[in-house]
């Protein structure tokens, strides 16, 4: 159990160890290690919603998109937030599952609901698109806010361009610059990109060109 947890426990994982950092993506998990570790730790607790996502992502790492996604979705239906937006994703791209973005959506305002902040920011831009669910600028906004609180680095971009376009909010230069910063400070491409678009256009930080 506690080598699984050690070799594929999700970083954004709440539910895991709190002395486990856990890893960000299951591509970065050690396969060669993770399977038997974790395949031995569902064999022992098969019913644990963690464990079984853990199960899950040692097999995504390794290619076996059926499995991950059978257990993925065992994970999602006992509440486990996320496997909600894992198994969400695996819809979006029809890994393992057949696509649906409908799917998606739905296990993603599940996770969402459950506090997962990954899931706020997908939400958020389906609200903003209104291809799936109504569209709803201000609610994107609140969600791009909780998402960015909680951590998720490209919320800062979402945020900055509603203020820019009066999207949700009153246009607002100034906040949309401090966002696009903020977003750049944490190296996400976007912030880097309209900081500098601000910047060009005079409308960023003073003195700028």
């Known amino acids: 159990l506690a080598e699984c ?16 950092p856990g890893v960000k993506v299951p591509a970065d998990i050690d ?11 569902h064999r ?7 464990i079984t996502f853990q199960l899950g992502r040692a097999y995504q790492a390794g290619g076996r998109e059926d499995e991950a996604a059978r257990l993925y979705a065992e994970a999602a239906d006992a509440g486990q937030a996320v496997a909600q937006y894992e198994l969400a994703l695996a819809y979006y791209d029809g890994r393992g599952v057949e696509e649906s973005p409908e799917k998606a959506v739905e296990l993603l305002q599940k996770s969402a609901a459950a506090g997962n ?14 291809t799936y669910v109504p569209q709803d ?3 994107a906004y609140q969600l791009f806010g909780e998402a960015a609180a909680v951590g998720v680095p490209e919320a800062f971009v979402e945020l900055g361009k509603m203020e820019y376009s009066g999207q949700g909010v009153p ?7 401090e966002y696009y910063r903020q977003a750049a400070e944490r190296d996400v491409p976007g912030g880097h990109f309209y900081v500098g678009f601000m910047d060009a256009f005079g409308v960023g930080e003073p ?3």
């Open 5 to 20: 947890d050690r070799l594929a426990a999700d970083s954004d994982d709440p539910t895991k160890p709190a002395d486990i």
């Open 31 to 41: 396969v060669d290690k993770a399977v038997p570790a974790c395949e031995a730790a």
């Open 44 to 50: 022992l607790v098969p019913g644990d919603a963690r």
């Open 117 to 130: 902040g990954f899931a706020k920011y997908f939400v958020g831009i389906e609200k903003v698109n209104g």
């Open 137 to 139: 600028y201000p609610g």
């Open 171 to 177: 246009e607002n230069y100034p906040k949309a610059y």
């Open 207 to 209: 003195g700028a060109s």
